[in-house]
């Protein structure tokens, strides 16, 4: 008897809130964000809106309403300060010309003084040129007022400080180190949505049996497991995925024995604190 093996060609698409890869038979929104589109499964469509994500063909909607009341409302300031300027040009008096005196083309045969006999006014002098400024003087530099000097870089041979933290020796100690590393980046958001449909993960964090300063964390469901990694010397790159999965098989037995629980918000503590 010959076995067929039935291989099916499903795109692999996850959703760009929670991280987490679809699983068959779940449907995805397109979300509209920063000018590019996202894929919001749904369960995080909620989170999508009130993070200020816009549903794909909605909007066009929103847009073209938002340009017509832009429109009217200019439109009417526009009405609104024409008429303000025809009101204003109709109640404005046009002023007179001011007569200018001509020393030049002076009568005295003809001339009527505006101040009274005997009175003329006197031509009004171009004002003087405003004096140049003088030169400021500088004092010179001495030795109280120099600047000082640069401050001189540590020999090599100094000790420095490098930013690197100091790695627990205990086991017990790495794993709670690794799970509050685990708990400040933003993969809680993916145990945390995948919980709300598979419900409350495995999890089973031990250190590396070659690797001092790294802690291997194992977040499985009954269809879909995580592995991450966190590095205790740099703790500043936070977790990151190492593997994934669909079957419980797939985990050697180690990584199947739980010592750590998940709460509703999909963060990591060791069992000891929630038992």
């Not at 640069?150 to 690197?164: E, F, N, S, Y």
């Not at 495995?202 to 499985?220: D, L």
Request: with cysteine; glycine share 8%.
């Amino acid at each position: 008897m010959t076995r067929k093996t039935i291989v099916t060609n499903m795109a692999v698409i996850g959703c760009d809130v929670c991280g987490r890869t679809l699983l068959r038979g779940e449907n995805a929104d397109v979300f509209l964000h920063g000018g590019s589109r996202r894929t919001v499964c749904e369960l995080c469509t909620t989170r999508a809106m009130h993070e200020g994500w816009i549903r794909e063909g909605v909007d066009d909607a929103l847009s073209g309403r938002r340009s017509g009341e832009r429109t009217s409302a200019r439109s009417l300031l526009g009405r609104l300060r024409s008429r303000a300027r025809a009101d204003r040009a109709g109640d404005d008096p046009v002023p007179e010309a001011t007569p200018v005196y001509d020393p030049a083309s002076y009568d005295p045969d003809h001339y009527t003084p505006a101040h009274g006999a005997g009175e003329m006014p006197a031509p009004v002098a171009a004002p003087a040129p405003a004096p140049a400024p003088a030169p400021v003087a500088h004092a010179p530099i001495t030795a109280s007022h120099a600047p000082a000097a640069p401050a001189q870089w540590p020999a090599d041979d100094a000790p420095r400080d490098r930013g690197i933290s100091a790695v627990p020796t205990n086991a017990e100690r790495k794993v709670a180190r690794a799970l509050e590393v685990f708990n400040l980046g933003p993969h809680t958001r993916t145990v945390s949505g995948v919980s709300r449909s598979l419900g409350a993960p495995m999890v089973a964090s031990r250190p590396s049996a070659t690797e001092g300063s790294v802690v291997t964390i194992v977040v499985a469901w009954e269809l879909s497991w995580y592995r991450y990694e966190v590095d205790l010397g740099d703790e500043a790159s936070g977790a990151r995925v190492t593997g994934q999965g669909t079957e419980l098989a797939e985990l050697p037995a180690e990584d199947r024995v739980a010592n750590v629980r998940a709460d509703e918000g999909g963060f990591l503590h060791p069992a000891a604190e929630l038992a």
